[in-house]
Nanobody, 125 residues
Framework: QVQLVESGGGLVQAGGSLRLFCTTS????????VGWFRQAPGKEREFVAS????????MYADSVKGRFTISRDNAKIMVYLQMDSLKPEDTAVYYC??????????????????WGKGTQVTVSS
């Protein structure tokens, strides 16, 4: 059974940085795209960033472009989300997710079927 686990969240002041971690068990990690999503209170879950199976292709939401960096280390079975220049509006629960089908990439939530339980990121002003 595929499981994803996020970590690295916390409380940080505006302008600060955090690094999120996502690891997975079950299935073949190296053939799957991994995405990061977030959900703020009272809002729908939204796409943040994704990285293809070989790390050749990355995608970012416009709201985080230039501030967040997604990367992965397949040998360590880990995906990272480096978040710099954080803003209060980045406050949310952050989730990593994996699609059902290997070798597919994108930002559509509907294509991601395996989800972690999330990690809270709070940015104070």
């Amino acid at each position: 059974q595929v499981q994803l686990v996020e970590s690295g969240g916390g409380l940080v002041q505006a302008g600060g940085s955090l690094r999120l971690f996502c690891t997975t068990s079950g299935g073949t990690f190296t053939t799957y795209n991994v995405g990061w999503f977030r959900q703020a209170p009272g809002k729908e879950r939204e796409f943040v960033a994704s990285i293809s199976w070989g790390a050749a292709v990355t995608m970012y939401a416009d709201s985080v472009k230039g501030r967040f960096t997604i990367s992965r280390d397949n040998a360590k079975i880990m995906v990272y989300l480096q978040m710099d220049s954080l803003k209060p509006e980045d406050t949310a629960v952050y989730y990593c997710a994996r699609p059902l089908i290997p070798y597919t990439s994108g930002d559509a939530i509907s294509s991601y079927v395996y989800w972690g339980k999330g990690t809270q990121v709070t940015v104070s002003s």
